[in-house]
C-alpha cells in the first residue's frame, strides 16, 4: 500500500520560513506529478503547489514568488519551501499523488506572532 509521511510543519512567526517534506513509500515516485494542498477549519482543501514528473512547477496566486515546489526522484520525496510566512498560511498540509486518492496525513503550520 502506498504511504505519503509529511513532515516540517510547526509554528512560525509571520516572515519565517518552513520546509515541508513528504516521502512516498511503495510508489514509483518518479512517474507521478505531486501536489501540496492546504485545508484550514470549515474550508476545503485547496490546491496550493504541484509539480510535474519533469519537474515543471505550479502555484496558486497566493503562494507565488513565496513557496518552492521541488522533488529529489532519488529519495522519493518532494518538498515544499515556505518563505515569507503570513497568518493567511495556517493550515495542515497534506501532499498527494497527482490524479490518485493517496494522500499523507497532513502536518500542521501554524503562523502566528
Known amino acids: 500500500q502506498v504511504e505519503l509521511v509529511e513532515s516540517g510543519g510547526g509554528w512560525e512567526q509571520p516572515g519565517g520560513s518552513l520546509n515541508l517534506s513528504c516521502e512516498s513509500f511503495?510508489?514509483?515516485?518518479?512517474?507521478?506529478?505531486m501536489q501540496w494542498y492546504r485545508q484550514t477549519p470549515g474550508e476545503q482543501r485547496e490546491l496550493v503547489a504541484e509539480?510535474?514528473?519533469?519537474?515543471?512547477?505550479w502555484y496558486t496566486a497566493s503562494v507565488g514568488g513565496r513557496f518552492t515546489i521541488s522533488r529529489d526522484n532519488s529519495k522519493n520525496t518532494v518538498y515544499l519551501q515556505m518563505n515569507n510566512l503570513k497568518a493567511d498560511d495556517t493550515g495542515v498540509y497534506y501532499c498527494?499523488?497527482?490524479?490518485?486518492?493517496?494522500w499523507g496525513k497532513g502536518t500542521l503550520v501554524a503562523v502566528s506572532s
Open positions: 498527494r499523488v497527482q490524479n490518485t486518492d493517496y
Open positions: 511503495r510508489l514509483a515516485f518518479s512517474l507521478y506529478g
Open positions: 509539480i510535474t514528473v519533469g519537474k515543471v512547477p
